[in-house]
């Protein structure tokens, strides 16, 4: 994932900022004890999100801790424990990994040949825990490998094989809410790679990376056609996650549906208006 299913701060009161903050600190303190210190560098709130929408639906037992930690040394963190935010970590690493091993295979940066090196094993003990949901990461990640590769570029097929991928991460075990969540999931993971495209549009036509928006970028209409994409596959999201029958942290969870997933396309939006002549 690409950090882009954040919440909007602004919105949310100071009880659902601590909540939030909570999740992310429980999985930052799950990625310490499972892979070691260096691992918190790998979080992002896109598996914030995976642990407390899964969290909200099958309400494990958690507990509450709180404790110092090298970012805060001097007041002590509420953070959250349980079997799904341990989960989401081990998700994180998995996700992390192949996100290394992509910008070696594209940029041979040796910085990700060595990062992805230090995960190998890590990745691999991962792997026999969740075997489905890493056969889907690598099984994913072929297709739309093949998917960039194709001319020319179907856009569809790219960002489906994103949306299958992040569709089975979202399902923790196959029962009453697989499907729906499967659909939030791959909802989410289409709307996640098209604005991953948008964001990249103008390094990938510099430095000639595929980009299924680059033969619709000189389009008049261009602005309004990356919106219409975008809008269509977070509101098949938004659809079913409706259907699922949470109550804690359901506003929270709204909050980054809603608003917090278009944080960074506004934001990027804002850059190019400034940018025109």
Known sequence: MFGYVIA???????????????????????????????????LTYDTVFLAMLLSSLYEPQTEENRSRCLPHPKTPQLWLKN????????????????????????????????????LKKQYEAIALRHPRQCEAIEGGLRALEKAEKSIPMVADE??????????????????????????????????????????DLDGDRKKGRPNPLIPYAEAADFEQHAAEILTLHIGECALA??????????????????????????LHRQRKERRKP
């Open 241 to 266: 996650f409706e259907r699922l029958p949470l109550v804690e942290d359901a506003e929270i969870l709204r909050n980054i549906i809603y608003s917090g997933v278009w944080t960074r396309y506004h």
């Open 8 to 42: 909007n701060k602004e919105t949310l009161d100071e009880p659902q900022l601590a909540r939030y903050r909570a999740y992310y600190c429980g999985v930052c303190h799950a990625l310490r004890r499972r892979f070691g210190e260096a691992s918190r560098l790998t």
């Open 83 to 118: 079997g799904i935010i341990e989960y989401a970590a081990d998700m994180n690493i998995a996700l992390c990994y192949h996100n290394l091993l992509d910008d070696w295979k594209d940029d041979k940066d040796p910085f990700a040949k060595a990062g992805a090196s230090l």
């Open 158 to 199: 790219a960002a489906n094989a994103f949306g299958m991928l992040m569709g089975e991460l979202f399902v923790l075990q196959e029962d009453r809410w697989a499907d729906t969540l499967r659909t939030v999931g791959s909802a989410l993971g289409r709307f996640i790679y098209m604005l991953d495209a948008y964001s």
